[in-house]
């Protein structure tokens, strides 16, 4: 078990409401962002001298240019529906860490500056000026937030307090208080390409590494082609699918189903990220900025389609986002949606047959699945609403015999956050992280107990990259979770011995191109 | 004309006037202020039809809530079922004659008020009682519902105890409307009952209240969940394009 220097939630038989405890979160907080990091995204360096008023400024910009702001500072009625929703509340006790609570730290400043009430009787409404001791607070409590939006499932008015953490992070941002973590990706991102700072040619490396690795396991050509123009496919993945562990095992999974399919696919170097951090800090110009790399991409590229990889926020600002931020894609082939998830682009073989799969492959393990946040509640797969639970679910009993769900409490639109999600990925923020993931651990320790499940399966290199450091917190091994197109990659049989070129070339790739029409027109 | 009448009488247009066109102003906030991205809760219909359905269910039968607390659910679609119906039976002390479905509701009319006063003391109870409800609830959380309970008592109290002069009562609002003013009674239940009501209208467009025009704009449960099949853009956001 993984040594704590805090302590580490007891998982019990069922995911129990603590007892409110106050302040017992109060000392987390995140590193700091370097001026540097802060004025690479177009923000202050350092705290401004008057942030007061320029912090009191953005907030009202902010309520003007977003509805769901201003709609949801105004509408709350404390009903308490939220209080006992949050995975890090649960696993905190810390009343702060309630979603209504979360969004009373900005609301009550709201109040006090912008309505009526709050000017003249900040007391009875609990409105409250704006000093430095609640900035500090703000600080620490919209950074145990991963805007996995489970409470806004149970809202009566849909308050998401996503939207409220984001827009807190905005109005820190832009009076100089960024966080490390999101800020230095973002920059990596804007200079290299991608989160982990990984140069072109250490990509192609890489990419070169994984083909070898292929064909000594398969004795097949796979490729995994970097900034090939005329393709059909840009395929546009986290930067942790190529080295870290499981990811990596998913990346060879997709490179194998494109072969299968008999189409051509790239990665790019310029776009060789799919996360957008620019969500999690809520900057739609910087989310905008991250998103315009793919529209880049796929033009220089010239390709057809555009495939995301298994990634959680990042198919959130993949699928609805990204028309909005980097659109109109009317250069692309308008058979296929813009962009499609990989769990579907598979999906779509699987409903025409058009893999071979021996599932005995994958009877080593028994398998569930868990529901990645933003996957869950701000995305869709296929053209039915709730595709995004079937589909992921539908290709993993094609490849594996033995699969079992966690307690429905904990899986579909009320999926559990792995606890990592929202800009929290980082080790200075450890504790938050591991008591977050109680109620995850709690429904898979269960499965593993009643079940005999010994793999969870993720589509989010969040989830994977948390789970992995988490587990071991919890007495399980860190290489219980998995990708879910790893386990497509254990199961698939190569059938087809020669990589398509470019398409029409090939004789099997016209063949597949034929077949591979969607489900989704 | 009773110096109390005049009060009364002004204090009413001042009400009206301020619920609506408070309450106008308020929305026409919300519905000029850009959703500049798609976020819809999802699952989330994907046509229009369905996302007036998720509204419908939303509001009629607070679906989310459900999911999320049966025993809020309860006592808040109690309360707000008999506000609905007690606010519907009112109706009758604004139009002459009464059509026939105010006649018809009229029996349940009455009885709504205890099953709304039931369900408000449910929901102030919880504050005292939940922890995590007790640590979120300001003052003025629990004033709105003690405001709300002396309305519905003093309602119940006219109905079941000390009847006030209706006939009077209804020639007042009558003259209200028609700007030719009758006197009020002096009883002091009904006084309490009108001072409360025309507080609720005041604060109404400064208040929580506001979740009831909220509900509608909110974009988790408005948006149709279409966004590759169509671009969404604000207009704030198209200039970045420029």
Known sequence: MAKADFEVPELKEYIEVPEIVEGTMAHSKPFYAAPQHNTDLGFPGELVDNWQEKALEKMDDLRKRYRSFQVYLDSCVKCGACTDKCHYFLGTSDPKNMPVARQDLLRKVYRRYFTLPGKYFPNLVGAVDLTKDVLDEWYSYYHQCSQCRRCSVFCPYGIDTAEISMAAREIMDSVGVGQKYCNEIIAKVFKIGNNLGLPGPALADTLEGLEEDVFDDTGVAVKYPLDKKGVDILLITPSADFFAEPHVDGLIGYGKVFHEAGVSWTLSSKASEAANFGMFIGSYENMRRVSLRIREAALELGVKRIVFGECGHAWRVAYSFLNTLAGPFDFLDPNYPVPQHICEFTYDLLQKNALTLDKSENDDMTLTFHDSCNVARATRMGDKPGGQFEIPRAVIKAVCNNYVDMHHETIGEKTFCCGGGGGLLTDDLMEVRVKGAMPRMTALNNVIQDEGVTHMAAICAICKSQFTKVLPYYGMDMDQIVSVHQLVSNAIQLTRKTEPETPGEVEGAEAASETDTDAEE | ?242
């Open chain 2, 1 to 242: 004309m009773s110096f109390l009448t005049i009060v009364y009488a002004l204090l009413f247009y001042a009400a009206t006037a301020i619920l609506t066109l408070g309450l106008a102003y308020r929305i026409a906030v919300f519905a000029k202020t850009p959703a500049p991205l798609k976020i819809p809760t999802t699952p989330a219909p994907v046509t229009r039809t369905g996302v007036v359905l998720r509204l419908f269910r939303e509001v009629a039968f607070f679906e989310s809530l459900f999911k999320g607390s049966k025993w809020t659910w309860i006592f808040s679609w109690m309360f707000h079922l008999g506000l609905l119906l007690v606010l519907v039976r009112h109706v009758r002390y604004f139009v002459d004659p009464v059509p026939m479905p105010l006649v018809l509701i009229q029996p349940f009319g009455v009885y709504a008020g205890f099953a709304m006063v039931a369900g408000l003391a449910g929901l102030w109870a919880r504050r005292f009682l939940v922890d995590r409800v007790r640590y979120i609830s300001a003052p003025s959380d629990h004033l709105m519902l003690l405001l709300l309970l002396l309305i519905g008592f003093s309602g119940l109290m006219m109905k079941f105890v000390s009847h006030t002069d209706i006939v009077m009562v209804k020639q007042f609002f009558r003259g209200l409307i028609e700007f030719d003013w009758h006197n009020l009674p002096l009883d002091f239940p009904l006084i309490v009952h009108l001072t409360l009501v025309a507080t609720l209208m005041i604060i109404f467009p400064f208040s929580k209240l506001l979740h009831a025009p909220g509900v509608f704009f909110s974009p988790t449960r408005n948006q149709v969940d279409n966004p590759r099949e169509k671009r969404h853009i604000a207009r704030w956001a198209k200039k970045l394009e420029e």
